[in-house]
């Protein structure tokens, strides 16, 4: 069945959002405040909690910074509804699954959902690194399998990646990218690759970085000042990994190192260490830095 054309002014869906994680809770966030209603599903009460939690301490500090305002707040809650079943996004016209980044993860949640949606509704991982046609492989999908890959945290960043597979058409992908203008972001439209774009510049960066610290080229400090100032970025690479999370560079340069053998992608030793010894970041309280428990515990 051939979908509508939607422009960007005129999109009225449903959206779900799969997962409310650190990403999840972000774009879920994002999309209700763009004036969608939202469907958000999590494995149990206590993780839709956990997000909805996650998401009224990111919009409370923007109240503290005068960004938005208390009333603007209990608007973006009250247009997301949330469940424990996937069955309650049977109306949904986009889906962005965003669990955790494991490929069997996410296979599992497409395989029960492909049994509750309408053939018309756009199903779309946020994965980061693992390629769409091995998440969609095997799986009866009805209407091609796309990626819209957010970046960290969702709310501030304005780029999504929209990952287009072999088997999605341009008018899926225009719909997409509609989708994307209408909730104040900026698509660049990339092709099903490990890492896609962003990440596939990204990581060896990141990589490297680790690598000059475990071999005391300098202090996480200045290596992180000297990224900042010497180079214009806005964060250091340890600060960044920190905020993204060691445990998910980790599964994201693993994946890619798998795929490609590229040796810019071999995870670094000292991440592999830190992952071990449970340190993974802000959502832990210790990465490469360490962190207030206040902070820790409002980050996932």
């Not at 958000?40 to 500090?61: C, I, K, Q, W």
Request: glycine share 8%; hydrophobic share 45%.
């Amino acid at each position: 069945m051939e979908r509508q054309e939607y422009s960007v002014g005129k999109l009225n869906w449903n959206i779900g959002v799969i997962g409310l994680g650190t990403m999840g809770s972000g774009i879920a966030q994002v999309v209700a405040s763009h004036g969608f209603l939202v469907t958000a599903v999590e494995t149990t009460m206590t993780r839709v909690e956990e997000g909805l939690e996650r998401m009224r301490h990111f919009m409370n500090r923007g109240v503290v910074l005068g960004k938005t305002s208390p009333d603007e707040i209990e608007t973006v809650m009250r247009a997301i509804r949330t469940s424990t079943a996937l069955d309650e996004l049977r109306d949904a016209d986009l889906i962005i699954e965003a669990v955790f980044e494991d490929l069997h993860v996410k296979r599992a949640v497409f395989e029960e959902l492909v049994r509750h949606v309408r053939a018309s509704t756009i199903l779309a991982t946020n994965t980061s690194a693992l390629p769409i046609h091995q998440i969609a492989q095997g799986i009866d999908f009805p209407s091609p399998l796309i990626g819209l890959h957010f970046f960290n945290p969702p709310p501030l960043m304005r780029l999504v990646e929209v990952v287009k597979p072999l088997n999605a058409s341009d008018q899926l992908i225009d719909q997409a990218k509609a989708f994307c203008h209408a909730i104040g972001k900026t698509p660049v439209v990339v092709k099903d690759r490990p890492g896609f774009l962003v990440n596939r510049l990204l990581l060896p960066y990141l990589n490297q970085a680790m690598d000059a610290f475990d071999h005391d080229l300098a202090t996480r400090e200045d290596l992180d000042v000297a990224v900042e100032l010497g180079l214009g970025y806005p964060m250091g690479p340890l600060k960044l990994l920190d905020q993204i999370g060691l445990d998910v560079h980790l599964h994201a340069t693993t994946a890619l190192f798998e795929q490609t053998r590229a040796s810019e992608f071999r995870p670094p030793a000292i991440l592999q260490e830190l992952v071990d010894a449970g340190r993974f970041g802000k959502k832990t309280g210790e990465g490469f830095y360490s962190y207030a428990p206040n902070e820790a515990s409002r980050h996932e």
